[in-house]
Structure formats: structure tokens, C-alpha cells
């Protein structure tokens, strides 16, 4: 009887827990921190191996990749639908984690629940003090894609020659311009002009994800914004340019991943394992405390 009534008190325990966690955003202040706490421990487990510990993009695997780990703490975000030098919102930081960014070892952490990426995400800009100071700008907008045709292709390729596109990406769009060799990021580490002619691109290679980094730019890379220098008609002439030469593939490696995306897999396989060896089971990472506080609760309910 007595175990009986301790496992009913776990059950409604439980079920208390579950709906708070649930509703979190009618209860921000109680969770706030607790949130901030859970973030860590999956930021922890799942990204500091990058990322580093602190957030600085100096995590013990970051030597070896060549497209270098996010650095937080600066609050430049490359992907982002806000203008230029500003910060991103919760959703592009959020849309980063669940997408990936292609071709890099950053995979799409879709091990993690929604909740937990939202929670990450949270997390993240902790590193940053500029979250405290700053809001992000307003979001450019996306008109109405027109419809594509040969005509507005031609008027692409004219507007990116003019827009002078070609002195870093190529005449073609092969990422063999005149500076190609001698471009920088922030960190003073040498970056590539993205091959045009390939797909797929970084952060997304639908029409709309294209016209975004057109107009916002990547912050922290020679990639300029053209949000004043090309109008909207004229943008959108440009991605349907991009488009009618993204013709090719990248080479697929094993599992059809894409050049560093292996190196992620990799690394993300090694940080399962050290999870499981962690004693938390196959669930161990990823699982969230939600799921490992509701796992001892059972195995209470059931004497161990
Ligand atoms: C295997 C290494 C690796 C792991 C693990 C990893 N990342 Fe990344 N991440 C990267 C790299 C490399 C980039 C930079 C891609 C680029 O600049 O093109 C990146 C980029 C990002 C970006 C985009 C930043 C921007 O400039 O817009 C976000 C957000 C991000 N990571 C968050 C995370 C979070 C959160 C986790 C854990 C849940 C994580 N990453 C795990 C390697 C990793
Ligand atoms: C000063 C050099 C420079 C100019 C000018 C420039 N770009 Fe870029 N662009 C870059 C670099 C460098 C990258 C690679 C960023 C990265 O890999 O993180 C890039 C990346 C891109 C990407 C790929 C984004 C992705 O998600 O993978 C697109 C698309 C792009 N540029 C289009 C353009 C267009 C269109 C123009 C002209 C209107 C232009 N760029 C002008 C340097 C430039």
C-alpha cells in the first residue's frame, strides 16, 4: 500500500511538473531561470565541442574544421532576416539550429526537441552582453516573389554585374572573382566566395531564403547587404539569376553528406557516446532534463 501510494504521489507529481513545463509561458518568471539552466546543460552536451564552453567559438574540435564555429559572444549572426549589423531574432538563431548551415559541420540538431531548441536558443545569447543593451532591428521584409521567366533572368545577370557581384563570386558565379583570394571574416580567418553555380547554399536555397541573404547580408563576412543599393524588383531579378546558374550539386560523400558536414556527424557520434557513457542510456544526450527527471521518477515508482 505504501508503495502504492508513493507511486501515485510521483504520478500526479509528474503530471504537475509535465503542465507546468508544459505552459512555461504562462509561468515566464518562475521557469526563466530554469530554462537558463536547462539550455546550458544541453548547450554543454551538444554544441561546446564547437562552440566552446564560453561560447567563443573555441571548442576543442574547432582547430580541425575550416569553416570555424560560430564565436557568441560577439552577437554578429551571419543568418539572419534582420538588416545589416544587427542582431538576429529568436527565430533565425532557432531556424540556424533546426536547419543547420550546409556544407559545414553545423547539422540540423533535430535530436533535440522543439522545446530544447528554443531553450539552446535562449541560452546562446547569454554570451553575448549586447542581448542586454540591444533589440534587434525590424525584419526586411519579402515581397511576393514574381514569377520567374528569361526575361527577368536577364535583367539578374545584368543588375549583378553592375552590382558587382562578380569581383568576389566571379564573372560566372563560380567564386573565382578578382578578391576571392583575399577575403576575410571577423576573426581574421580567410573565406571563400560561395560557387553560385553550386547547390546547395548555406542557409537555405529556396527563392525566398536567397532574396533574405541578398538583402541582409552576412554579418561578419565581406558579404555586403544590398537592402539599399539594389530595389526589391531588382533583388528579386538577381535571385532568379542565381537560380537559372545553381545548376550543379555539390558532391555527395557518405550518407549524401556535403563537404564538413561529415566532420559534424562525427563530432555530434562522438558527443552521443560520451553521453551514453555519461550512464544516462540511449537517451542520455539530447533527452533533456525533462525526460531524465521523468525517467528516475519511474524508476522510483518502480523501487529501482
Ligand atoms: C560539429 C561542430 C558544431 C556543433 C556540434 C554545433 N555547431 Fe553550430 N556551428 C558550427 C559551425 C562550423 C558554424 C558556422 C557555419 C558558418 O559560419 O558558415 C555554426 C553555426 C551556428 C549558428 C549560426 C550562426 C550565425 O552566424 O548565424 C548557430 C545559431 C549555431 N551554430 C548554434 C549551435 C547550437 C545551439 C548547437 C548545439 C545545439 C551547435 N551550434 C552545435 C559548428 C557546430
Ligand atoms: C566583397 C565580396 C562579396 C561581394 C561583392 C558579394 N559577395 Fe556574396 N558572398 C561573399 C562571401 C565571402 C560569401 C561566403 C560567406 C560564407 O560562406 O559564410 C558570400 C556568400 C553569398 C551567398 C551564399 C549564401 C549561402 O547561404 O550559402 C550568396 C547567395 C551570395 N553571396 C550572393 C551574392 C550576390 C547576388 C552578390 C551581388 C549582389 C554578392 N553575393 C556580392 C562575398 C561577396
Not at 522545446?115 to 536558443?121: C, D, I, K, Y
Not at 540511449?282 to 521518477?297: F, Y
Request: with cysteine; charged share 25%.
Amino acid at each position: 500500500m505504501a508503495r502504492f501510494m508513493t507511486s501515485m504521489v510521483a504520478l500526479l507529481l509528474i503530471v504537475t511538473v509535465w503542465s507546468v513545463y508544459d505552459h512555461h509561458d504562462r509561468f515566464p518568471a518562475v521557469l526563466a531561470q530554469s530554462e537558463i539552466k536547462v539550455g546550458e546543460k544541453l548547450y554543454l552536451e551538444n554544441c561546446a565541442a564547437c562552440h566552446g564552453q564560453k561560447g567563443d567559438g573555441k571548442g576543442p574540435e574547432a582547430n580541425r574544421l575550416k569553416t570555424k564555429p560560430r564565436d557568441f559572444t560577439t552577437g554578429n549572426y551571419k543568418f539572419r532576416s534582420t538588416p545589416s549589423g544587427s542582431l538576429p531574432l529568436d527565430d533565425d538563431i532557432f531556424r540556424s539550429i533546426s536547419r543547420g548551415v550546409r556544407t559545414t559541420s553545423m547539422l540540423a540538431q533535430l535530436h533535440l526537441s522543439e522545446e530544447e531548441r528554443w531553450a539552446v536558443t535562449r541560452y546562446i545569447k547569454t554570451f553575448s552582453e549586447r542581448f542586454k543593451s540591444e533589440k534587434p532591428r525590424k525584419p526586411i521584409s519579402i515581397p511576393a516573389k514574381p514569377s520567374f521567366n528569361a526575361k527577368l533572368v536577364a535583367l539578374g545577370k545584368v543588375t549583378y554585374e553592375e552590382a558587382g557581384c562578380g569581383q568576389c563570386h566571379g564573372p560566372r558565379g563560380r567564386g573565382d572573382g578578382p578578391s576571392a583570394n583575399e577575403l576575410k571574416d571577423e576573426s581574421g580567418n580567410s573565406i571563400i566566395p560561395t560557387d553560385l553555380t553550386l547547390k546547395p547554399f548555406k542557409s537555405g536555397s529556396n527563392p525566398q531564403d536567397l532574396y533574405r541573404t541578398v538583402s541582409t547580408g552576412l554579418n561578419g563576412t565581406p558579404m555586403p547587404s544590398y537592402a539599399e543599393a539594389l530595389a526589391p524588383g531588382e533583388r528579386w531579378a538577381v535571385v532568379s539569376y542565381l537560380l537559372s546558374i545553381a545548376t550543379r550539386d555539390r558532391p555527395r560523400g557518405m550518407m549524401g553528406l556535403i563537404e564538413e558536414e561529415s566532420e559534424g556527424m562525427r563530432i555530434d557520434m562522438q558527443a552521443a557516446m560520451a553521453g551514453m557513457m555519461g550512464g544516462r542510456g540511449m537517451m542520455g544526450r539530447g533527452g533533456g532534463m525533462m525526460d531524465r527527471n521523468m525517467r528516475d521518477m519511474m524508476k522510483d515508482m518502480m523501487g529501482r
